[in-house]
């Protein structure tokens, strides 16, 4: 099993509860996603709206420091011949948004980020973003294991364990990252009722009539009719 399938193993169980939430939104095709600026969202009252708009607007992060979220984000989720990597699932706009609805997370991932760089820049006499993949690929193997990095370099592995952290959820709750889980939402099953020889063994059968209107597949997707003593009617 490769790095990217063990991550989609373990988040299926994790992420399941949560992604199973969006089934439970309208549909879509019911109530029209509102759409205002850059942004198209459901449900968002006026308010929420103007505070997400007011985020947009706002710069954090800056080109070179966007780069290197960019270049570490697709080292930790790579592409695959199916689906594209971190970055094509629009994850650095994700973090670049994240740190501004989430101050707190400023300095540690601006600090985290002059750490990779001086960390490089010790190791191999140059930026981050410039060394090499393997050189790359390097650094983090130093710093991407928790309770086995090196105690100099503990401040490292706090911020790429963030970056993992916030990587995988940009990624596996965008729309590219939802089709790699194969996640399908809420769909009806297929149910043609108890089995025969359960029925058999406690003497019961079903009505034919209600065998016909309940349990034929080609209807499955209409919708049943009761009349007010609770008869059904089709």
Known sequence: MNRRETI???????????????????????????????????????EEIAYDEKLLE?????????????VLCDLILPA??????????GVVDFIAFIVKDMPA????????????????????????I???????KAICDQIAYPNKTAAELKQGEKFFSE?????????????????????????????DGVPEDVLQKHGLAYDEAWIAKCVDQSKRADIATWDDQGNLLS
């Open 163 to 191: 970056m993992r952290n916030l990587t995988l959820t940009g990624y596996y709750t965008s729309k590219m990252g939802i089709e790699d889980l194969g996640y399908k939402g809420n769909t009806p099953n297929v149910w």
């Open 8 to 46: 989609k193993s373990l988040l299926l169980g994790s992420m399941a509860a949560g992604l199973t939430l969006q089934g439970c939104a309208p549909n879509p095709a019911e109530e029209p996603p509102v759409t205002t600026g850059k942004l198209q969202v459901y449900g968002r009252t006026p």
């Open 105 to 128: 997370k400023k300095i540690p991932l601006r600090g985290g980020l002059m750490w990779l760089d001086n960390f490089a820049t010790k190791s191999y006499g140059k930026q981050f």
């Open 80 to 89: 695959n011949d199916q689906f594209g990597a971190a970055t094509d699932a």
């Open 58 to 70: 706002e710069t954090y992060f800056n080109e070179h420091e966007l780069s290197t979220i960019a």
């Open 130 to 136: 410039a060394c090499s993949i393997d050189e790359q």
